[in-house]
C-alpha cells in the first residue's frame, strides 16, 4: 500500500459519507440507490488504497469513485421524474389513476442524509438545500450523465473547471462545453422558484400551521385561501397530477375523500417542509402512514403538495412513527433513522 493510502482510515473515509450521499441523489434521484453508490464507493475506495498515492486529495479521489459508480447505474438512460414531466393535468372530476412502476419516479430525501449536519457557511448551504429541492433535482434527471455531473460539481459544489477535467479524464475545454449544454438543456426546462425555508421564518411557520388545521379539519374554504391559483398537487406512484384550487379541493372532496379525518406530522425533506400523513383507522383506534407530503412555499402561500404514497417505503427513511393513537400521538418507536 502507497504511504499515502497507509495512513486512511474507515473514519477518514465515513467523514464524506453524507456529501457523497448528496452528489449521488443529485445524480441518480433516489434515495435509496444514492446510499447503495456510496457504499459501492466506499467498498471500492477501501480496495483500492494501494493505488492512493495523495496526488489528489481524498475528497477527490472519492468523487471520481462516485462519479464512475454513478455513471455506471445511469447507462441504461433511464430517468426519474415527477408526474409533472410525463403527462398533463387533469382535472378533478376526471382524473384517472395510473400507477407506474417504482423505477419511474423521483424520489424524496430527509436533508439528513444529504445536508451537512453542522453547516459553517448560512449562504451555501441555503444553496446546496436549493439544490436538492424536488423541481431542480427532477430538471437535472434531462441531462445526459456526464452533463449532469458536470453541472453538479461545477455549479452546486463549486469546483473549478480544471479540478473537474481531471475527475472526468477530460479537458477544461470539453467540461466548459458539457456545462454550456447542460445550461441550454435546463433552460428548456425551467425551475419553478420557491421560497427559502430554512430557517422557517414567522410567516412560513403560520402559513403551515393554517395549512395542518385546513388539511385535519377538512375545511377546503379554509384550505383553498392558502393555495396558489397554480398550485399542483401530485401523488407518486400514479402520474396524477392536478394544477389549481378548484382541482386541487375538487380531488380531496371526490376520490381523495378517503382523506378525511387525517393526521399530520411535521418533517423535511428535499430542503423543504413536509409532513408525514396518516390515515384513520376505521374503528378510531388511531392512525396509519399513509404518505409523505413535500412542501412549495411562495410568497406567503402554498404552491405544491407532492405526496409520495409508498408508506412502507418513506416512512421508515424519515424516522416518522409507525402509528398514532386516536389523539395523534406516537405510540409506536420511531424508524431507524429517527
Not at 129 to 156: C, G, N
Not at 292 to 299: F, G, I, P, R, T
Amino acid at each position: 500500500m502507497g504511504e499515502a493510502g497507509a495512513t486512511i482510515t474507515d473514519a477518514r473515509l465515513e467523514e464524506y459519507r453524507r456529501e457523497l450521499t448528496g452528489y449521488c441523489y443529485r445524480m441518480l434521484g433516489s434515495p435509496f440507490e444514492a446510499e447503495d453508490a456510496v457504499q459501492d464507493t466506499m467498498v471500492r475506495a477501501w480496495k483500492a488504497l494501494d493505488a492512493f498515492e495523495g496526488r489528489s486529495s481524498l475528497r477527490s479521489w472519492l468523487y471520481r469513485i462516485a462519479t464512475n459508480v454513478c455513471l455506471d447505474a445511469l447507462n441504461a438512460g433511464n430517468r426519474r421524474a415527477l408526474p409533472m414531466d410525463l403527462t398533463s393535468p387533469q382535472p378533478a372530476a376526471s382524473a384517472v389513476l395510473k400507477e407506474r412502476p417504482e423505477p419511474t419516479w423521483l424520489e424524496p430525501v430527509p436533508d439528513a442524509k444529504v445536508l451537512p449536519a453542522h453547516p459553517d457557511d448560512p449562504a451555501e448551504t441555503a444553496a446546496l438545500r436549493d439544490s436538492v429541492r424536488l423541481a431542480f433535482v427532477a430538471a437535472l434527471q434531462h441531462l445526459p450523465a456526464k452533463q449532469r455531473a458536470v453541472l453538479i460539481l461545477r455549479e452546486v459544489l463549486a469546483w473549478r473547471a480544471q479540478e473537474v477535467a481531471h475527475l472526468l479524464g477530460t479537458t477544461v475545454a470539453g467540461v466548459n462545453s458539457a456545462l454550456q449544454r447542460a445550461r441550454a438543456t435546463l433552460a428548456e426546462h425551467p425551475v419553478r422558484q420557491t421560497d427559502t425555508v430554512a430557517p422557517l421564518d414567522a410567516g412560513q411557520r403560520a402559513l403551515l400551521d393554517r395549512y395542518v388545521a385546513a388539511f385535519e379539519g377538512y375545511d377546503m374554504e379554509a384550505l383553498t385561501a392558502l393555495l396558489h391559483e397554480d398550485a399542483v398537487m401530485s401523488m407518486p406512484p400514479y402520474d396524477l397530477w392536478l394544477v389549481g384550487p378548484e382541482n386541487f379541493t375538487g380531488w380531496m372532496l371526490g376520490t381523495g375523500s378517503v382523506c378525511r379525518g387525517s393526521r399530520l406530522v411535521p418533517t423535511v425533506a428535499n430542503g423543504a417542509p413536509a409532513f408525514g400523513h396518516y390515515h384513520p383507522e376505521p374503528d378510531g383506534s388511531g392512525f396509519t402512514p399513509w404518505a409523505v407530503q413535500v412542501m412549495d412555499l411562495d410568497a406567503g402561500r402554498v404552491r405544491g403538495v407532492h405526496c409520495f404514497l409508498d408508506a412502507a417505503r418513506w416512512f421508515p427513511l424519515f424516522g416518522l412513527p409507525t402509528r398514532l393513537d386516536a389523539e395523534g400521538r406516537e405510540v409506536v418507536g420511531r424508524g431507524a433513522d429517527g
